[in-house]
């Protein structure tokens, strides 16, 4: 059974982590707005591409913009959250996180009618340090979650995961499903290739390779993936710069060609799909 998922992560392209220029509400107000043409070269993709997706929506943008996050769900689109303010969890303590977390499903559910269950962290920050996120997910209403970076990285990562596939987390009485990101071995090395700079980096044939090996994967893409236009943010090192914005003019036409050459499908499709009884149960609990 092959389970292929579509996820966007819905903020600006100033929402950029860790980086002092673009770190709060303060420096984003100060930036132009690249969101709605960036949305409509999503939503043309995916109608050109005839395939659902899962938007991660960022509760500050669902304030500033409501008729963004009201097109998506216009479209029938599935709508979880990316947080409201966008910051990482493990710079937070359980009581800002909920209210954070609370805010944006609050925000996100009043436009859309809609219950939010399925959550992604910010720049994947659920970590080995700040697994008290899931009972708070778990106590919120979230059933699913995407945050799990099963490997190194540098905001972020749950290396010791060790799943790389639909599996279900426990911890402190909890029970939550968990959609990790995927990677494939290479010389005994995770190799990330499904979202971001990851999947603009790579040469498009060995994308297509390491799809055609993978059961299951995991994507996720931003708005700015697709703007090759957006302003450059200066105080990024060379080796960000060069991530955030390395292939930014190709991604459009080799996304196309990815939803072309395999099948994928939105959170909610592929959690039919799974069967939860079988997966592997990741036990949290030291
Ligand atoms: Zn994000």
């Not at 959250?81 to 009581?95: A, E, F, I, T």
């Not at 009618?113 to 919120?140: C, D, M, Q």
């Not at 971001?196 to 980096?201: A, S």
């Not at 991530?243 to 499709?269: C, M, N, P, Q, R």
Request: charged share 25%; glycine share 4%.
């Amino acid at each position: 059974m092959k389970n292929r998922i579509l996820t966007f992560d819905i903020e600006e392209w100033f929402h950029i982590l860790d980086n002092p220029s673009t770190q709060t509400e303060n420096e984003w107000i100060q930036f132009e707005s690249r969101i709605h043409r960036n949305m409509d070269r999503i939503f043309d993709l995916l109608e050109r591409s005839q395939t659902r997706a899962t938007f991660f929506c960022v509760g500050w943008i669902a304030k500033q913009y409501p008729e963004v996050i009201k097109a998506i769900a216009g479209k029938g689109f599935e709508i979880g959250s990316h947080s409201d303010m966008h910051q990482l969890v493990y710079q937070q303590n359980p009581k800002t996180f909920s209210s954070d977390l609370e805010n944006s499903i609050k925000t996100l559910e009043d436009l859309t009618g809609k219950k939010v269950t399925v959550f992604r962290a910010p720049g994947f920050s659920i970590t080995e340090k700040n697994k008290w996120a899931f009972e708070i997910l778990a106590r919120f209403g979230i059933t699913l979650d995407c945050s799990i970076f099963p490997a190194s990285r540098a905001h972020g990562g749950f290396p010791s995961f060790q799943k790389a596939e639909p599996s279900k987390i426990r911890y402190n009485g909890i029970e939550l499903k968990e959609l990790p990101i995927n990677y494939i071995n290479i010389l005994n090395r995770e190799v990330i290739f499904s979202g971001g700079g990851y999947f603009r980096f790579f040469p498009y044939p060995f994308i297509k390779k390491w799809t055609e090996n993978s059961d299951y994967v995991m994507t996720y893409f931003h708005p700015r993936d697709f703007d090759p236009q957006q302003p450059v943010i200066k105080d990024l090192s060379p080796l960000r710069k060069f991530k955030s914005y390395v292939g930014l003019k190709k991604t459009e036409k080799k996304l196309e060609k990815w939803l072309t050459d395999f099948h994928f499908t939105d959170i909610a499709t592929a959690r039919e799909k799974i069967d939860w009884d079988q997966v592997p149960v990741v036990d949290l609990n030291p």
